[in-house]
């Protein structure tokens, strides 16, 4: 499955919201009937292209992973408005009937005040990779009290590292004021170890002292619509 255009902006600086929405499968989904699974997987693939032509939508599998989610649907619109719309129509399909919201996560698109140059994933053509990590993340009050110089000292270190791993994709959003979190990171990569090496050097940084949160950390596996839907 090819990956739809990003969202095109209105405006130089427009924003973009991004929504995190994990759900879990009622049990009583594993006793429909094979055909009836079939028709509600070319349901649910036909809603996702659909929706792909008015906002960014992916689809990741969660099963067998966490005890609380069996998939990830990744949106990028907008409006918070759109993702609502997209939220009601999927809970209006067959397979949407038997799913239950386990996490939802809420963030918006801004440039970074440490490394304006980083462009996030989700705001270019590039093909999704096979996995995705996607967490919150809350700082301590006593890193926005830090005078702006000491806390970009230590960011450019933390950048720096990142940096290491250029096969690792970075998508950061802010949820200030919008959800409980300060952020929302999801990191692309096409090995798991390699993100895990990562986050191990990231520990060891400056900034890791003022990371208050940084869970649920859920690894969320790239497939197509109707190969999920299909192995629930």
Known sequence: MSEPPAPEKKESGSTLY???AFFKVDPKW???NEIGKEEAAKEFANLIEVANTKIKVRVYSTLGLRA???MLIWMVSDTVEKTQV???KIYST???KYLTPSHVFLSASR???YASKITPGFMTDEEPMKYV???PFIKSREWYLLPFEERKKMMDEHIAVGRKFPQVRLNTTYSFGLDDQDFMLAFETPDLMMFQELIMQLRETRVSKYIVKDTPMIVCVYKRVEDIVNSL
């Open 133 to 135: 990590v996607v967490y």
């Open 68 to 70: 609380d989610a069996d």
């Open 111 to 113: 440039p970074s005040i």
């Open 30 to 32: 594993r006793w429909l």
């Open 18 to 20: 991004l929504n995190f």
């Open 86 to 88: 997209m939220a009601s």
């Open 94 to 96: 067959i397979l949407g």
